[in-house]
């Protein structure tokens, strides 16, 4: 496995979308320059798929994530059945990049699931 080393930087701050959404309506103001300031803001994988499916509003949160100077956070997992390790890597990275790879990776049976067919299927 290999050896990723421990964050040694400011304490941890994931962001729920309702917060996300509300700094996309009226701008970060005290409490997100109060955030920038003393926490490392982190986004995942979800925080990803939210945004795609804000449809049409995708540059605004975006444009949040970067403004908040916020990194990638995702979860380490071991091939070849993906096996969660407890572990994550946090990666400065531009919102706009990861976002453009998450919807390139992300498969296409994703956009699925809230077909009424698929729920039948897995209660019977």
């Given at each position: 496995m290999v050896s990723i080393p421990l964050y040694q930087g400011k304490p941890t701050a994931y962001l729920d979308q309702n917060i996300l959404d509300l700094f996309?309506?009226?701008?970060?103001?005290?409490?997100?320059?109060n955030l920038l300031d003393n926490y490392q803001i982190v986004y995942?994988?979800?925080?990803?798929?939210e945004i795609r499916r804000s449809k049409g509003f995708?540059?605004?949160?975006?444009?949040?994530l970067k403004e908040l100077n916020a990194s990638h956070l995702k979860l380490v997992v071991e091939p070849p059945n993906f096996i969660i390790t407890g572990t994550a890597t946090i990666t400065n990275r531009d919102p706009f990049e990861s976002y453009e790879e998450y919807c390139q990776?992300?498969?296409?049976?994703?956009?699925?699931?809230?077909?009424?067919g698929i729920v039948n299927l897995a209660t019977h």
């Open positions: 996309t309506k009226y701008g970060l103001g005290d409490f997100g320059e995942s994988d979800e925080t990803l798929k995708e540059d605004k949160f975006l444009n949040v990776n992300a498969p296409e049976y994703q956009d699925m699931e809230h077909c009424s």
